[in-house]
Structure formats: C-alpha cells, structure tokens
C-alpha cells in the first residue's frame, strides 16, 4: 500500500511539472471599476466598505467566488450555528448580493463553490451592524456577482481523490452548471462528499492503580459516500421583485469497522468485533420572495426538511478458548426528522436613513426513533418529539454619528414542546444591540449585546446505546432550553501593505446549561444545569510579506482560546463544561511564484478540547501532535488547477482516554459501575496511527 501511495503522489507531482502553461487570468467583468494593481491585496474604501476588485485576486487562478474569498486578507467564513432549527436572524457572515443565503443546508461554503470566479466583481467587507439585515454584527462579506445576461452558461468541478494507509479514495468531488433560464438564473449542482479513513494502533488497559490488566490491538475503518444533487433557480422582475427556489435530495452511506485483539498474560485470546452502518436520505425545498410593499419591502419565505435514518450498530466478542460461548449485543434504529417553518421579514426606511423591521417566524420540528436492543427493552427508544415554535423580531437601526451606528433587536420566542402524554410551552426574551464604531478607515471596533435562546437537541429526549462500551445515554422528557447572555467586542486593525487583522473578546453567562445529570442514584442522562460561564479570545490575520521583499507569499492565521467553568453537579466543585472548546489554531503559508503558474505552501493545525464528562466516567479524544502539511500547485495544465498535498508530516496520532469509575473484579472481570467520586475501576489508553494522506485536487471551470 505505502508503494501504491508514492507512486500516486509521484504522477501528481509529476502532472505539475508538465510545463505547458497558459498565462491565467479572471475573467473580463462588465462593471466600471476604479483601476486596482493586479495581485495588490490592499482594498479602497467607499462608503465605509472596504472593497477588493475581482482582478486582484487574479494570481490564484481563482475557479469560483469560493476560491476569492478564501484568499480575502483577514477574513474566515463563519457558518453560525448549523444546527440550529429554524431560519431565525442571519448569523452567517457572508451575503450575495447584499442578501442572505437562503436554506439549511445551502451555506456559505456549498454556494460559494457553485459561483464561477468569472462572474464576480467584488468583495466588499463591512461592519453587519450598518447593514439593514437583523442578526448581523461585526466583519461581514458581501459577494457583488455579474447579472449580464452576456456571461451565458459557466460551470466548475473539482476532483478530489486521496490515498492513505486505510485505502484509497478515488469518488470525492462537485461539479456545477450556472446560466439563464427564462429571464432568470438556474444552478444544477452535484457533489459527492466521499472519505476512506482509518487507523490503527494499541490499546492498554489498567486498573485504578496503573497495573496492566489486559491489551487491545485495533484496526479501525470507516468510509462513506454522501452524494447529493441540487437545483435552484432565481429570477428578478422589471418592477424588481426577486423570487428564489431551491430543491435538494441527498444520500448518506456510512460504514465503520473496529477489529480488536485482545490478549491477556496466562489467558486465551479473544476476538472483538465493532461495526456501525447508517443509510440515510434527506432532502429539503425552499422558497422565498421579496416584492415592494407600502413604502418598503416583504420577503416571505418557505421551507421543508425531511430525513430519513436508519442506524445498525453491532458488537461482539468471540472467545478462543474453545469454552466460552460468544456474546454479541446489537442496537438497531430508525430515526425520521423534519422541519417545516414559514417566515415573513419586512423592513421600510423613514426619515433621516433610520431602518425599521420585524420578522415573524412559525416552524415545526419532529424526530421520531423507532428502536431495539438485542437481549432486551430500553425505555424511552420508540418515542416522538415534537416542537411548535414562534419567533418575533423588531429591528431598529440608524446611524449615530458619521463614525458611529446603531442596530437594535427586542422580541421573544414561544415554543411547545411535547413527548408522548407530556407537553410544555416557554416563553423566552431575545434581542440585541450593536454599536458599530469606525473612527479610522483602516479600524472598525464592533460591540454586540445579546440575549439568546439556544435549542435543544432531540437526541437528548431518546434513549440510546452505545453497545461497543455497553454505555447507555438514557433519554430525559424534562429538558428546558438553555438561555444566556453574551457580549462580544471585535476590533479589526487594517495592517496596509501588510494585511488585516480582527481581535475578538466574548464573554457567555448562560443559565439552564445542558450537561449530564444523575436521574436516579444509578442512571444519568443529559439535564438542565443551573448556571455557567463561558468566555473566550479568537484572532483571525493574514500577514502579507511583499513588502520585506517575498513577493506574492502571505500568511493565514486562524486561532482560539476558551475558558468555561460550571458547578458539577455530583462534585459540587467547579470545572470546564463537558465537551466545550480548549483551544484550536491554524497557521498557513502560500507562496504564488510571481510571473509563474506555481504556487507552493505548508500548514500546521491542532485543537484541544474538554472531554465527555458523564457521572460514571470521563471520555477524553485528544491528539499527540498537530496536523502539518505541505503542498504545490500548478493553476494551468491544460487549462486546468492541480494541487498536490502530502499530509500528517509529524506523524499525527489519534488517543483516546476513558477512565470508568466503580469495582471491578480482576478474577471474573465484572465490573459493578460507580461515580465519579469513588474510585477508579479501569483505564483504557489508545492510541491509533493513521500515517501519511496523499490528496490530489483538480480543479477547472468553462
């Protein structure tokens, strides 16, 4: 396998060398701009935006709107909160054409990639708080697209095969087709979100002392294949009504499989087996239109979400004695989810530029398990929940001063939410404020007060198991939604010649914290916490080297340190929130060789964070090194991108540490589960290698 991996690498590198090259370059655009240099990523500023012309992103040979963007100088693409229900305000921090993306699963990062680069004017950066969009503070990206109906029909793909130690991956990729239809816009889009992974590696368990009981060696594999295809098409009227439309229907086809051999001094072996199969199908249609309405504009939009999810998860241990019967245990499930929601926003503008608005928000929410456990019942598996939610917001905003803006939001949130025979409804308060400073054209200082509602996930009303570990998360009918304050402040500093960098402070007072909590003297299950806090620093730069002399190389920094802190509820000492972000960083290098095609660079990623603390035992998956790669590309072969990436250079491992607490018998191996605040039954200590990954990107467009 290792000789297969180097000779797939050897013909990717050797693909790159192939010098036939066509000078590259973006596409002509239709809009009078100010004349900006070529590869100069310094932007203008207009109207308290910081504007970058297409052109200047020309020296990456960019194929799509994703490819500029991701090269924009201090700026990283936030999704908001993926899994939230509902549309709600706009948290994503990217808009098309002064607009926010519409959808669930149509995010920044999927509609990006469906854009040609050929239609792209420009990227304006600018403070959300001055946007007469609700939601929105601090740096936020606005794509400026060509609506020419002379760019006719365009389209991308990208091929992303890979090759590791667990085997080779040859279906990743997208492709998409753009143009005109009926005085409107279409967009058909494949993709195919395919991996192959797998590791494998030793196993030490020990006792509460540290004495070794028994070992493991594990070969783990998993692989899936996640191909969707998307339609959506847009039109804008003369009287400039826009009407927009979007269907999607996606598979997901997952496997995994652990094969473990256990030894023990003085005993026969044994064979253990894990596997874990998903076939899931989802699929989700949308619709919204904006059209003038008394002095101001009404957008009503649509949305419908269906999936479907059948999990199989089977264990067993087979015993080489000869004696031992084997023991097997399995928990199959069928979960069905949906989501309807209807949404109405309309804003008008008075007198002096002052912003008025309100949105209202109905949705209904539902996940049904349908589930069984081989040897036995487990309560709360077969259940239905369901949620009845209402949403209004009033907006107000207006600027201050020339230097200074305003954004406001006050309203609420009602929900119902019913299990079975039971039934609750709450009432909550939600708003924000945000005061959006600009003293400097190069300095923006954004300050955002909020008050939220989080959402529940329904896993946590359902009852599952996890048969590998003969570990059961018992399903909690009394859950209440989380509440918090959160006050961030962003300041971004714009470095000239040398880039961009944004500072962000948060702070998090959160009340009715979701964790686990004891429901009987011997059972658990995910609760409601009083209290918690939570607080954190994130730094976001690029570093652009021209002018110490490296011409064309930059530096991306991404990075973010978290402090929590919540009242355990079986200790009663105070600790981290279980699973919450330690810290995580990503530094990258890119050198585009001037007056070439070649481009070459290196990257180094690592993250820490808290483990799944439960009242019977701590599950903690961290890494013994960082990720590090390194990279070159040529942005013309044939007409054609082709990247080349050796990954994993540190030899980047994956540990896993649980720690279970109760007595265990080391004559009979019974293990009798305790508390944490009793002693140490047993250890397990993993550690598994992965190896090298060799990728292969091609990417083109016509």
């Known amino acids: 396998m290792i000789k297969t991996d180097w000779l797939c690498l050897s013909v990717a590198i050797s693909a790159l060398t192939a010098s036939y090259a066509v000078p590259s370059s973006v596409s002509a655009q239709t809009e009078t701009a100010i004349p900006t240099a070529v590869n100069n990523l310094q932007p203008r500023t207009e109207n308290n935006r910081q504007i970058y012309d297409a052109a200047q992103f020309s020296r990456f040979n960019p194929r799509t709107a994703l490819d500029i963007v991701n090269q924009v100088p201090g700026f990283i693409i936030d999704t908001g909160d993926d899994d939230a229900r509902g549309l709600g305000q706009a948290d994503e921090n990217v808009l098309i054409n002064g607009a926010r993306i519409a959808g669930k699963n149509n995010d920044a990062f999927t509609v990006l990639g469906r854009i040609s680069a050929a239609n792209v004017l420009r990227v304006e950066i600018v403070d959300g708080a001055t946007l007469s969009i609700s939601g929105l503070s601090g740096q936020v990206l606005n794509l400026v697209t060509n609506s020419d109906e002379s760019t006719g029909i365009t389209g991308n793909f990208k091929w992303r095969p890979q090759w590791r130690r667990a085997g080779e991956n040859w279906l990743a990729g997208e492709a998409s087709i753009s143009g005109k239809l009926f005085n409107g816009d279409f967009t058909i889009a494949v993709e195919n979100d395919a991996f192959r992974n797998g590791a494998q590696g030793p196993e030490r368990i020990t006792n509460g002392s540290g004495d070794l009981l028994f070992m493991r060696d594990e070969v783990a594999r998993t692989r899936g294949d996640v191909p969707s295809i998307n339609a959506s098409y847009s039109r804008t009227s003369a009287a400039g009504s826009v009407f927009n439309i979007t269907g999607e229907y996606g598979l997901n086809r997952f496997s995994q499989r652990v094969d473990t051999l256990r030894t023990e001094t003085g005993e026969a072996d044994i064979i253990e087996l894990f596997t874990g199969r998903e076939q899931e199908w989802n699929a989700e249609f949308s619709a919204d239109y904006e059209f003038a309405l008394g002095g101001g504009r009404l957008k009503l939009i649509g949305l419908q979400r269906l999936e479907h999810s059948p999990t199989q998860d089977f264990f067993s241990r087979t015993f080489t004695d000869g004696v031992t019967p084997t023991f097997s245990s399995g928990f199959d499930r069928i979960v069905d ?66 230097k200074l803006t305003l954004q406001a939001a006050l309203g609420g949130e009602y929900s119902e939410i019913s299990q079975g025979d039971q039934s609750r409804s709450f009432v909550r308060p939600k708003g924000s404020v945000t005061l959006a ?132 509820p079986l200790t009663g000492r105070t600790r981290r929130i279980g699973q919450d972000d330690i810290y995580s960083y990503e530094i990258t290098l890119r050198h585009d060789i001037p007056n070439t095609d070649w481009a070459w660079g290196a990257g180094i990623e690592d993250f820490d964070d808290v483990g799944n603390i439960r009242l019977d035992q701590i599950a903690d998956f961290d890494t013994r090194a960082p990720y590090s790669w390194i990279f070159v590309e040529h942005k013309n072969i044939f007409g054609l991108t082709v990247n080349a990436n050796l990954g994993n250079l540190f030899d980047r491992s994956d540990r896993f540490v649980r720690t279970a607490y109760g007595l265990l018998d080391e004559n009979t191996g019974e293990f009798t589960r305790g508390r944490r605040d009793g002693p140490i039954g047993f250890i397990e200590n993993r550690s598994r290698k992965f190896g090298l990954i060799y990728r292969l990107t091609v990417s083109g467009s016509f």
Request: glycine share 8%; no cysteine; net charge negative.
């Open 337 to 402: 989810e949906g989501e309807s929601v209807l949404r109405a926003e309309y804003g008008w503008k008075t007198a002096g530029g002052t912003d008025w608005g309100f949105s209202l928000e109905g949705a209904y929410n539902f996940l049904e398990s349908e589930a069984q456990l081989s040897g036995g019942a487990l309560d709360n598996s077969n259940t239905k929940v369901e949620e009845k939610r209402a949403e209004f917001i009033t907006t107000y905003g207006r600027s201050l001063s020339d």
């Open 437 to 568: 400073w600009k003293p400097t054209d190069d300095f923006d200082l954004s300050f955002k007060l909020s008050r939220e509602v989080d959402q529940l996930d329904f896993f946590d009303f359902v009852a599952s198991v996890e048969v590998s570990n003969d570990v059961v998360n018992a399903g909690n009918p009394n859950l209440v939604p989380p509440q918090k304050w959160r006050a961030e402040l962003e300041a971004t500093k714009k470095l000239g010649a040398f880039g961009s960098a944004t500072v962000t402070l948060f702070g998090e007072k959160i009340s009715d914290i979701v964790d686990t909590v004891p429901t009987s003297p011997t059972t658990e299950a995910r609760g409601n916490l009083d209290s918690a806090d939570r607080y954190g620093l994130s730094l976001v730069s690029t570093l652009l080297l021209d002018p110490i002399g490296w011409q064309g190389a930059k530096i991306d920094i991404e990075a973010e340190a978290v402090k929590s802190s919540v009242r355990d």
